[in-house]
């Protein structure tokens, strides 16, 4: 019903930048809290940051003052800017949505299959 496709992931240098970008398709009515998780090999998935529909947002500690999230709601996409990227920036990155697919339907989380970001020189 709901799909969530990521883009934008890759190779980078230590204190290089990517923008990833993640954008929801389907029955979609409407779509409250968007954000971006991460997963390191061997690692639980952690929350990286999130964002409401009215632009609220929310960040991990260990990604504050680095990365910024975004979203353009007629657009239906998610962005994650990342800068001054670490070693340990390395993971899959999950999109996450919590869409409404009919005017009756209760709110339901959705997620994209990953973008691998790796960190390395």
């Known amino acids: 019903q709901v799909q969530l496709v990521e883009s934008g992931g890759g190779l980078v240098q230590p204190g290089g930048s990517l923008r990833l970008s993640c954008t929801a398709s389907?029955?979609?009515?409407?779509?409250?809290?968007m954000g971006w998780y991460r997963q390191a090999p061997g690692k639980q998935r952690e929350l990286v940051a999130t964002?409401?529909?009215?632009?609220?947002?929310n960040y991990a500690d260990s990604v504050k003052g680095r990365f910024t999230i975004s979203r353009d709601n007629a657009k239906k996409t998610v962005y994650l800017q990342m800068t001054a990227l670490k070693p340990q920036d390395t993971a899959a990155y999950y999109c996450?949505?919590?869409?409404?697919?009919?005017?009756?339907?209760?709110?339901?989380?959705?997620w994209g299959q990953g973008t691998q970001v790796t960190v390395s020189s």
């Open positions: 389907g029955t979609i009515f409407s779509i409250y809290t």
């Open positions: 964002i409401t529909s009215g632009g609220t947002t």
């Open positions: 996450n949505a919590e869409v409404k697919t009919g005017t009756w339907s209760a709110p339901a989380t959705y």
